[in-house]
């Protein structure tokens, strides 16, 4: 298993007040209610959490990005990246992962990433992710090219990774007429590529298509399962066996020396008012072009306010269904057991608190987890087979079937032949 | 509707028919009516009700013709098309496959918003091609005090609304809860606006610098409460466009012909029928 510790990283300091009178705590709620005292002292908590969470076991520190909005005070995951590069040594930095339709120029993307794979020994996972649809008018980014330029972009990183420059490269998104970036990835044939995702069936079957592990952000138990009926049945018509070491999950799950305590902090999961990013606008996370069209009329009624949000549920119905997993290591073990044994993931992240809940508790709960919780599952998931990417030393991709390794472990070329992208 | 299909609709002012025509690769769809000479009205952003009053009132003196832009109203998407110019070159191509539109200096047109920002460009492209011009609420110009409303922040409901000045007349024409089918189209034809007006939105920073050219006689008109394009960019199109004068609809929004069709209708065919022999 491969077990990752992840937190928004919300930005709690501000007026909920002001954001209960504006109607939404994203997108238009004013940065006049951001507080950068605040800001400062909640960045350097939340890299202490990451440097604990090292310390007591985890495999693995996720991060991903969200613009104007409190419920994600990061970004642009590339600064933690590489801060965490530098002051860890062993976890993994699995980035899910930089939205690259927000991308302006995917070549600074690669060179960033590559630098972040150098600075960290080549410890770095690099996910990838369309952006919500709060974030592409947040970036001024046009919606209705959204996965055009998601796949344009992913394809030119791979080759601005895998090929030696200079090349030309001439797409409908993208146009650059020298690609030959000086730093290059230190994992060949490239660092791993792993690809969140909520609802898009696309995502899906792109991901599958490309070998690439899927990570399931906390959907629902059975949602979870007809994700990984429609992957492995993809996989098979590609060509391989999907299997645990292509599915990841990222459970929200709160632990602490008592049950009360445990279920006090994990209602803080709700605690944007809404769905998990906040108070918004519907027609803010749907803009026309961004999602599926074979979903188009559910979208439409969503966004005039006739459908209730898919996503949200109240915290009971969520505590039920497993969505959020709160209580003591010893009574959230069985819970996720049943998580790992039902949808069968290796890669397992822990959203461990959000909201209000104090520094304090999330250590307590990063130690608990640590201590108590990460060792059970471990022994879980050796009984279960559930072999993450790294064990299983499964492929890359479909197109680099081979396992991802620091160049200078990797005999015997220091500058490897390129493989063609297909 | 597959290429070349032909639909008839009867109405008080005659028959409506409808034809595919392929241009640059898609079928694009036109709607026409009416005897006399021809007039090619082009939509807004949101696309257009298949009868309006306002048509059936030019239908009366004019050979009408409303095209479907490429992409809108269920038209066949254009996946290339990147920028409004390309629409006004689509439109001007569209001219030449029509027998009543080919003569050239023969033909008017009526630009409704969205519709009068490709007008604008089709008479940048071809200063010489129309007989009159007539601008209606006309996207393009970027304002130096307002702004152009942006639909990407609102629901299409709110955005359409923001268009009347009088509620009464969007209820009217649309219900006021429009249905799931009416709230599809108008997702769609953002999408399309999305594709060809996203950056920037709804103006065109060269086409002020090119508009001194174009020698048609032009009547700007602008509803007096439009709240989706500011009356300013009334006041700078009249002022760039050599030959035009600005009139200002009392009580109207953004989409004065749905609001004040037969004001419109009258103003538009006063002044396209100056000069007529």
Redesign the interface.
């Known amino acids: 298993m491969h077990l990752m510790y992840f937190t928004e990283q919300p930005m709690s300091a501000y007026p909920e007040d002001e954001g209960r009178a504006f109607g939404a705590t994203a997108?238009?709620f004013s940065n006049r209610y951001f507080d950068p005292a605040a800001g400062s002292r909640l960045y350097n908590e939340y890299l202490e959490h990451y440097r604990l969470a090292e310390a007591v076991g985890f495999d693995g520190i996720m991060l991903n990005e969200h613009h104007n909005a409190p419920f994600c005070m990061q970004a642009k995951c590339n600064i933690f990246a590489s801060i965490l590069a530098a002051t860890t040594k062993r976890v993994k930095i699995v980035l899910l992962g930089n939205p690259l339709p927000l991308a302006e120029n995917p070549v600074r993307l690669a060179e960033e990433l590559a630098m972040i794979d150098m600075v960290s020994r080549g410890r770095l996972v690099s996910g990838f992710v369309r952006g919500g649809g709060q974030e592409q008018?947040a970036t001024?980014v046009?919606?209705?090219?959204n996965r055009e330029r998601f796949e344009e972009a992913h394809e030119l990183i791979v080759k601005a990774w895998t090929q030696p420059g200079p090349f030309r490269w001439e797409g409908t998104h993208y146009q650059h007429r020298v690609v030959n970036p000086w730093a290059v990835p230190l994992q060949k044939p490239h660092p791993r590529v792993w690809i969140p995702g909520v609802l898009s069936k696309e995502t899906i079957v792109w991901a599958a298509k490309k070998r690439y592990p899927y990570i399931a952000l906390s959907t629902a138990i059975e949602a979870t399962k007809k994700i990984w009926e429609l992957y492995d049945q993809v996989a098979a018509e590609t060509g391989y066996a999907g299997g645990p070491e292509y599915r990841g999950y990222l459970q929200r799950c709160h632990v602490a020396e008592t049950e009360e305590k445990a279920m006090e902090n994990a209602r803080q999961f709700m605690w944007m008012q809404g769905e998990f990013t906040g108070l918004a606008?519907?027609?803010?996370s749907t803009?026309?072009?961004y999602f599926s069209p074979s979903i188009?009329?559910a979208?439409?009624?969503y966004?005039?306010?006739?459908r209730s949000n898919p996503r949200g549920s109240a915290f009971e119905d969520q505590i039920k269904s497993q969505m959020i997993v709160a209580g003591t290591p010893k009574t959230v073990i069985p819970k996720l057991r049943r998580l790992l044994e039902e949808t069968r993931p290796s890669i397992l992240g822990f959203w461990a608190a959000d909201g209000f809940v104090s520094s304090a508790d999330t250590k307590t709960c990063i130690r608990l987890l640590g201590e108590e919780v990460l060792p059970a599952l471990r022994e879980i998931g050796k009984e279960l087979g559930l072999w993450s990417p790294f064990e299983a030393n499964s492929p890359v991709s479909m197109a680099f079937p081979e396992s991802a390794t620091p160049a200078h472990e990797r005999a015997p070329a220091r500058h490897p032949t390129p493989l063609q992208v297909s | 509707m597959t290429e070349g299909a032909i639909a008839t609709v009867s109405t008080i002012a005659g028959s409506w028919v409808s034809e595919t025509i392929p241009i640059a690769g898609v079928a694009v769809r036109v709607t026409r009516a009416g005897v006399g000479p021809p007039l090619l009205v082009l939509h807004h952003d949101i696309g257009t009700l298949e009868r309006l009053p306002f048509y059936e009132a030019l239908a009366r003196r004019f050979t009408v013709l409303v095209p479907s832009h490429p992409g809108y109203d269920g038209s066949q998407r254009p996946d290339w098309m990147r920028n409004v110019r390309d629409v006004a070159a689509v439109h001007q191509w569209l001219l030449g496959e029509i027998a009543v539109t080919r003569d050239a200096g023969a033909v008017s047109v009526v630009g409704l918003g969205f519709g009068g920002w490709i007008a604008a460009e089709m008479a940048t492209q071809a200063p010489r091609a129309f007989r009159r011009l007539v601008l209606v609420g006309a996207m393009g110009f970027k304002p130096d005090r307002g702004e152009i409303a942006d639909q990407a922040l609102v629901s299409y409901i709110d955005y359409v609304r923001l268009g009347f000045a009088d509620q009464r007349a969007f209820d009217r024409l649309f219900g006021a809860e429009p249905a799931t089918s009416q709230l599809e189209h108008w997702d769609l034809n953002r999408e399309m606006t999305f594709r060809i007006a996203w950056k920037p939105y709804m103006y065109n920073p060269t086409l002020p610098h090119l508009l001194g050219g174009v020698a048609t006689p032009t009547v700007v008109v602008w509803g007096r409460d439009d709240r989706i394009v500011p009356l300013e960019c009334g006041e700078r199109f009249a002022k760039a466009l050599p030959r035009a004068r600005l009139e200002v609809v009392e009580g109207a929004g953004h989409f004065v012909e749905m609001e004040k069709p037969d004001e419109l209708a009258q103003l538009v065919t006063d002044f396209v029928s100056q000069g007529e022999a």
């Open positions: 997108l238009m008018l001024g046009n919606p209705a090219f606008h519907p027609v803010w803009p026309s072009g188009r009329s979208f439409v009624e966004a005039v306010g006739r």
